[in-house]
């Protein structure tokens, strides 16, 4: 669902891709010696990219190059070929994102995603959570009264985190929540499959290790905000049509300014410009640079920052999530469950989170009469199945949906595919999620740009971080912010106010952040009767 805002295999390499009309120069083309100068270096050609890169041609700053290490425009927005339809092509589906979330009401405020779907004529389908029927290892099973008490014990839990945020009160764990609204699965597993489809599914984490204020925060904040609804994009061009759209609003055909295949090594940065070197030995000298690579990609040192980023800025990039979402995908040769129900929800004896959703396809609406359908795992599942060859997999789930339909014949699939998130180096994960002990303030710091290297995407929107809209809001943010300090005097005078951050500047930042605890407080009447600097069994 979150990605329903999220690697590929070497197998999945070759890839149908919709292209832009601006071709992109390979970094390979390049003498090694050459090092290019320009205004700002766009790290990343995901929607954060390209939204920073609409955002600065909006603003007269067309002097800027957009540098990515595939060869497509979308980033996690990500398709590939799969099966066949009966004229023998083969669908389109999506590896990453997959769906708009929170489209807007009547009279209220618009989710640009949904603005962008529109004008680009996205094919997509409302998600209906409410058909779905549910199983465990003996087959149909209904345990549809456990949805209603998980929806009331959330309720609770929302309400308290509104008391947190207007009361300035500690933030708790969403386990914490749940369990004080009475909810608590413990080893019931068809419990256990209701709060992962209520929870995991949107943050691929446990409730354990999710905080509860900006989790909570951050799903209202999309789903109230805008509307209740989830739509699923099947669009065979693919889901990042709309971000190829976008770009060729400003990007000529031919544009030598977007540079794909290119991969960054190292950045230098400072108070006077930022050099970016490429693994090729090529390199770009620019005024500003922004990098929009992943929480994961940032977390795992892909890419060498000198000097060190300072160590504000690491312990909050080491501080927040990158979760994993792993689609695997089935076609076969008949549709042998209902094809009039959109899901399909198991709870294995053993295992949390083992192959729990079940998604068709083959329905109104979606790739019909397809014959597909695919599962979802998140977190160390998919950790664990992304690791493990194919043919483990495949037996694996085929043992659960035989489990789930024992009065079927079920025939092995024609087809069969997923990708592998969390070992691909230019993301290392499929979307980040809120931690527990992550403020606020820490997350700014996350956000904040260091001298003239800036940062964007979805992990560094507080509000929609997870989601498409996030990488949206804090592409055009940077954008922005670097526009208005290029503004000269004849420019038109910048704003800086709740809708636009043109001639914002320099992002407030949190060099120290203090606890909640003063040091005269570790004492006796709080539990803490010695000092933990006392040193005599120290050698």
Known sequence: MGFSIHRLAAA???????????????????PAEECQKTTVAILGAGVAGITAAHALADASVTDFLIIDRNDYIGGRVRHTEFGKKPDGTPYTVELGANWVQGLGSEGGPENPIWTLAKKYGINNTYSNYTSILTYDEGGPADFGSLFEEMEEAYTVAEQEAGYILTENLQDSSMRAAYSLAGWKPKKDMRAQAVEWWYWDWETAYPPEQSGQLYGIAGYNLTFYQWSDENNFVWDQRGFNAFIIGEANE?????????????????????????????????????????????????????????????????QAIEQFQMGTYTKVFFQFNETFWDPEVQYFLYADSNFRGYYPVWQSLTGPGFHEGSNIIFATVVGPQSYRIEEQPDNVTKAECMEVLRAMFPDKDIPDPIDFMYPRWSTEEWAFGSYSNWPVGMTLEMHQNLRSNVDRLWFAGEGTSAQYYGFLQGAYYEGRDVGQRIAGLLADSTSPEPQCNNQTTLGCGDMKKYRVLQGTTEIDEYNVENGWPTSSFLDFGYE
């Open 12 to 30: 999945l390499c070759a890839l149908s891709f919709h292209q832009a009309t601006a071709s992109p120069i390979s970094g390979h083309d390049r």
């Open 250 to 314: 400003f990007l000529e055909e031919d544009d030598p300014r977007l540079m794909l295949n290119t991969m960054v090594k190292s950045i230098a940065y400072g108070p006077e410009g930022v050099t970016v070197r490429f693994d090729d030995g090529g390199c770009v000298e620019a005024e500003h640079a922004i990098t929009t690579f992943s929480i994961g990609v940032l977390q795992n040192d892909v890419v060498e920052f000198k000097p060190r980023l300072p160590r504000w800025k690491r």
